[in-house]
């Protein structure tokens, strides 16, 4: 248990546990990057993987700005994001645009939590006048900020339309006469494969 007797020890301490957020990272997210198959989503994942390892090498900055060793205390917080992602990540998949659709969920859930951390030390530092350890975090905070939005658009422009199945499609149709079905199908869902063309499994998908 840490004894905190003012901002400053609060800022050292939250420091201390988003560095061991940030080194759990540089762990995890080659796990994820295996287990995913769309090649954007790949590349986001590694492109991120080397800021965050940029990320690890600021907080050392930040700690030695503050004329502290660079310290880990165990992120309770990340390490439970990182066992639920691999948990769905590990789950059985009919389609693998499905799996990553699972894997930006759990990278997402990742961002915002770290922008939250920042996001507090950062209001800290400020107040504390420390510019340098401002400068520091807000190119980082800034660095989560954009990994989120690449998620989201990975999200809406490849995973979650390859994850839907031509089932979805027709009783999307169905419901409202064909108008949003017919757009999905000009973005080319109907083109790709779904577990319907591999057979036998569309009745549980179709009660929705
Ligand atoms: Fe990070
Ligand atoms: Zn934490
Ligand atoms: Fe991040």
Redesign the pocket.
């Given at each position: 248990m840490a004894s905190i007797d003012s901002l400053r020890t609060l800022l050292v301490e939250q420091l201390k546990?988003?560095y061991?957020?940030e080194k759990r990272l540089t762990k995890a997210i080659p796990k994820l990057i295996k287990k995913s198959t769309s090649d954007e989503l790949k590349t986001a994942l590694q492109h991120h993987l080397d800021e965050t390892e940029e990320q690890v090498g600021r907080l050392e900055q930040a700690f030695e700005q503050l004329d502290m060793a660079a310290k880990a205390r165990t992120?309770?917080?990340?390490k439970g994001l990182i066992e639920e992602g691999d948990e769905h990540a590990g789950d059985d998949y009919d389609d693998d645009g499905l799996r990553d659709a699972a894997i930006i969920g759990a990278a997402q859930r990742v961002e915002h939590?770290e922008i939250a951390?920042y996001g507090t030390a950062i209001a800290h530092a400020r107040l504390l006048e420390l510019d340098d350890v401002v400068s520091l975090l807000t190119e980082t905070i800034d660095e989560e900020k954009a990994a989120d939005k690449k998620l989201t658009a990975i999200a809406e422009s490849v995973v979650n339309l390859d994850a839907a199945t031509e089932d979805e499609v027709r009783m999307a149709g169905r419901r409202s006469r064909g108008a949003p079905a017919m757009a999905m199908m000009g973005r080319g869902v109907s083109a790709r494969s779904s577990a319907h063309d591999r057979g036998g499994r569309s009745s549980r998908r179709s009660r929705r």
């Open positions: 546990d988003i061991d957020a992120c309770a917080g990340m939590y951390a």
